[in-house]
């Protein structure tokens, strides 16, 4: 069903850039704002361009890359928000964010999408493309999903790819994500509060947090002899270890670096090999259970162990 859908949204495409009298070997095609205006599937996108006041730059010289999403993801966002349709469009400081985090800047194509790696909007913040099967799948700031569904539309400013689900910018940074998605990681922000790491990683950063789940911090309790309360009570261990799992920067799973030292906050080094498993400075391995879990002010990899700098 889904494979007919998008051989049927392609020839639509199609037929949309030629009836506006454009396409890649017409070198007159309409615009962007042109585009979604003429296509049916876009009537909303085309009301909260106008209602955001971006339609003039949208038809502007560019070139922009649009990721354009369809009525019915706009349908699916307003349940998704408990919103109707005219309180989105009146809220132009939410719709001028929502709609230039579907805009980039310059033409990209599908065939140059970078793949793993930070895309960075113009409204700022980041999303991620990743190939799922034969699927592109983007990934918001929010870890919200959302699947390319027709690509390479060519306008006269850029270029057109049609998404089945509205991005949304990061509303959370690194330690409300951990508070977030408790209680997998509800020792972790137990720690970074007793270190008073809690402004830090708040902070505009970026950062890459390796982030120990409760079980890891269980299993570090055991190897050290130690209770809970004594580990979150010697606040200068607790400083040192968890500066250990802070990477200065963004790095996503695409980039980590395989088999070269990578140096932490704190000022020692780990090392990742080919399986994702982290190698520290006493010789003890930790997995990379999960990846790219993006906010706003970095990204998390969730580990299973707690890794420890040299004693």
């Known amino acids: 069903m889904f494979d007919w859908f998008k051989r049927l949204a392609a020839l639509s495409a199609l037929a949309l850039v030629a009836a506006c009298g454009g396409g890649d070997d017409d070198p007159h095609p309409g615009n962007i704002v042109q585009i979604a205006q003429a296509d049916a599937r ?10 955001a006041d971006l339609a003039t730059t949208l038809a502007g010289p560019g ?10 993801a706009f349908a699916a966002l307003l349940t998704e928000l408990g919103l109707t349709k005219a ?25 140059a999408v970078p793949l793993g790696a930070a895309i960075s909007p113009l409204e700022g913040g980041i999303f991620k493309v990743d190939s799922v099967g034969a699927d592109l799948v983007i990934t918001d700031g929010r870890n919200r999903t959302s699947t390319i569904v027709v690509t390479d539309v060519a306008a006269a400013n850029g270029v057109i790819h049609a998404v089945n689900t509205v991005l949304l910018p990061a509303d959370r940074n690194i330690v409300q994500t951990a508070v977030a998605s408790a209680p997998e990681f509800g020792i972790l922000v137990e720690a970074v509060t007793a270190a008073g790491l809690v402004d830090t990683l708040s902070g505009p950063g970026p950062f890459t947090v390796f982030a120990p789940t409760d079980a890891a911090f269980a299993a570090l309790l055991v190897e050290l002899g130690v209770s809970k309360a004594q580990l979150l009570a010697d606040t200068a261990l607790l400083d040192k270890v968890l500066k250990y799992h802070v990477v200065p920067g963004r790095v996503l799973k695409a980039g980590v670096p395989v088999g070269a030292p990578i140096t932490t906050v704190q000022g020692e080094t780990f090392s990742v090999n080919a399986s994702l498993a982290i190698t520290d400075q006493r010789g003890r391995t930790a997995n990379i259970v999960a990846t790219d879990v993006l906010t706003s002010n970095g990204v998390i990899h969730v580990i299973d162990k707690v890794i420890l700098p040299a004693p």
């Open 42 to 51: 876009f009537s909303i996108l085309a009301e909260a361009v106008v209602a």
């Open 87 to 111: 309180q989105l469009l009146a809220d132009k400081p939410l719709l001028t964010a929502v709609l230039q985090y579907h805009v980039l800047s310059g033409t990209v194509r599908k065939a």
């Open 63 to 72: 070139p922009f890359t649009v990721f354009a999403p369809t009525n019915d």
